[in-house]
């Protein structure tokens, strides 16, 4: 029932929010879909297997946005001759993420509990929430500082 939940809830945003990530923009979005994500894998400690459908659907939403709208963060501030490079390592690095800390947190609950690595995979991903949302601070910060352009430096002969 999770992955029910999941699906319907994530192809649900993605038909019909995506409009919702334009209005309040790429970065507030990520921000509160990577929230959203960081909440999931406590409250599959909490909430028990009686509630699958349900917290997949919490998965969901926060899948059905963070994906959308970190590409599309991700493609808004690179330059044009990067993007195509830049969607390709968003894509790698989630998919890359699953995998990995699939892996990793088998380990964490093997070793210690399934409440650890639950408690793990939110505090990992709730750090993820926090660089996005400082990167807003550092984006601030740098904008009357003008962007270098990549052909800017020169071997030196």
């Not at 459908?53 to 926060?62: E, P, R, S």
């Amino acid at each position: 029932s999770f992955f029910i939940g999941f699906a319907l809830v994530a192809l649900t945003v993605r038909l019909a929010g995506g409009g919702l990530i334009d209005r309040f923009g790429v970065l507030p979005s990520s921000v509160v879909a990577f929230c959203a994500y960081s909440a999931v894998p406590p409250m599959l400690g909490f909430l028990g297997p009686d509630h699958l459908f349900a917290i997949g659907a919490m998965m969901g939403l926060g899948h059905g946005i963070a994906y959308p709208a970190l590409t599309a963060l991700g493609i808004e501030r690179a330059d044009a001759s990067s993007r195509g490079m830049v969607v390709s390592i968003i894509h790698g690095a989630f998919n890359g993420g699953h995998a990995f800390f699939a892996y990793t947190l088998g380990l964490i609950a093997a070793s210690w509990s399934y409440s650890a690595a639950f408690w793990t995979a939110g505090a990992v991903t709730l750090s993820g929430a926090l660089l996005l949302s400082l990167s807003r601070r550092a984006k601030s910060f740098n904008a009357d500082t003008p962007r270098l352009r990549s052909d800017t430096f020169h071997a030196s002969s």
